[in-house]
């Protein structure tokens, strides 16, 4: 065996197998094929797993709210529907800001004499927009029964799981959570 090639086979010897490299580059084409579909499925799972983290933070903080108007500490304070959306968005931390919070919350709030007189206004749109003009803020008086929804719609942030997660216009996820309950009797006198 002459020099040079004892030297190309000390080389080569474990790198240069016949098939080596045909399998190496299949190894790299499935990948390519398969990240994409991956990476689509882990960012699927955590814009899921975040609409559901919010859409329960939204439903804690409205239903530590709505008790608010239950005891009768809204309407002693006679709170506005701007410092009640403000209330439930303090306790609204994590992915959502206080200032996105503020600008984006809905709240629907109705009151009426009994569970069965209850007849509550519809304020999504066919589409799946609020309606917010529909929405009211009535706190109630002792031993009323009150109705109180909070929506907030959600940008979706992947653009590949807009089309199935959205449900309203503009690529948005409308949260929404609902409580309704009679008023304690929170009035000197009052009896349900």
């Not at 209850?118 to 799946?128: I, M, S």
Request: glycine share 6%; charged share 10%.
């Amino acid at each position: 065996m002459n020099p040079v090639s004892a030297i190309v086979s000390f080389l080569c010897r474990g790198f240069c197998r016949p098939g080596r490299d045909a399998r190496a580059g299949s190894t790299a084409i499935e990948f390519a094929l398969l990240a994409p579909v991956l990476c689509l499925f882990l960012i699927g799972l955590i814009e899921t797993g975040a609409i559901y983290y919010l859409n329960s933070t939204l439903t804690n903080a409205a239903n530590d709210t709505a008790r608010m108007v239950r005891t009768g500490q809204v309407q002693a304070t006679s709170m506005t529907k701007v410092q009640y959306i403000a209330q439930i968005c303090t306790q609204m931390t994590g992915m959502i800001s206080s200032a996105s919070c503020n600008a984006n919350l809905q709240v629907d709030m109705e009151a009426f004499s009994s569970f069965q007189t209850a007849n509550y206004t519809n304020v999504v749109n066919a589409d799946g927009s609020l309606n917010i003009a529909a929405m009211q803020f009535v706190t109630g008086n002792s031993c009323d029964t009150v109705l109180v929804r909070a929506f907030y719609p959600w940008t979706i942030m992947t653009p590949l799981m807009r089309p199935l997660l959205k449900n309203m216009p503009n690529g948005q996820f409308l949260m929404s959570s609902a409580a309704a309950f009679r008023n304690e009797p929170f009035v000197a006198g009052a009896t349900c």
